[in-house]
């Protein structure tokens, strides 16, 4: 004897209610009025199928069209449209203050925090006022954004380079590759199709004239770049690779709001200083690079020609 879900319910309900000649039972039908789910039933008639002329089924194609929550949402409240219209108090409102949602910061502000639709968030509580905080400058990209937005002001736009050393601070543990303060050399190039290889081969002629050959670069994620490369330097001393540097594309989200052309790309970078240095003289710990700790007599031997001007 066959058992299975739906098996004894199928078989009472066509018992009860058996279908005249060429009529039939629609399987959707029936699943809803015994209660059962309609894939439940469709095992049960291949059950009975199996016994041989127990039962027989033809399979069929029906269109049905249900209502998605979207649709449910329209029909309960209405269209974004109606939904406005109904908003707006019978004298008018100003646009600007028409445009702003309520469901803004519960919302948008979640999906930024905590993440959504592909993002992964701040990781964070974003807060005005810890933002509103004074701070050291952790980069000087700042600089870099300032420089090109006085560039989009300009009647008419002309290929430039910026470059820039400061000095920077990270809250960083220090050890043998990290510093609490130190230099970065920030580099921007603003011209008509620069591409990602305009980007590698600049970095790689830049430490070639430095001395320092061996190179990687490692895809990476910045949020005003894309693509983005860190850059990795082997260091004798210490056998393993270091990254000096970080760099990217411009992201047309951050050019386009300055004013610049929409067929101007704009390759950057930010290289350590110190990190560099300690390749270049064979400096195994970067706390000996500054402070008291330097080796006078390496800076003897490898004196450096500053210029003030």
Sequence with gaps: MVTGPGIPLLLQRLEREPPGPG?????????????????????????????????????????????????AEVLRDGSPEVRLFRSLPADGLPQSDAMVSRRGPQGWGGVHSQGGYGSQGYKYEWKVEEARKNLLRTHTTS?????????????????????????????????????????QVEGVVADRGLTLGHLM??????????????????????????????????????????????SGVFRPEMLLPMGLPENVSVIAWGLSLERPTMIKYGINN??????????????YDSPLCRLDV
């Design 23 to 71: 009529g039939g039972l629609c399987s959707l039908e029936a699943a809803a009025a015994l209660g059962l789910d309609h894939q439940t039933l469709v095992g049960a008639v291949k059950s009975l199928q199996a016994l041989g002329e127990v039962i027989e089924a033809e399979a069929r194609a029906a269109t049905r069209w249900e209502l998605s929550a979207e649709g």
């Design 143 to 183: 600089a870099s954004a300032r420089a090109l937005y006085h560039l989009a002001c300009q009647d008419k736009f002309t290929p430039v380079k910026y470059f820039s050393i400061d000095r920077v601070f990270r809250n960083e543990s220090l050890d043998a590759t990290h510093l609490a303060e130190f230099h």
């Design 201 to 246: 081969g600049t970095l790689r002629q830049f430490f070639t004239k430095l001395g320092i050959t061996k190179l990687r670069f490692k895809p990476a994620y910045n949020p005003y770049t894309e693509p983005s490369m860190e850059v990795f330097s082997y260091h004798e001393g210490l056998k393993k690779w270091v990254e000096v540097g970080n």
């Design 286 to 299: 970067i706390r000996e690079l500054v402070g008291h700790r330097v080796n006078l007599q390496m800076v």
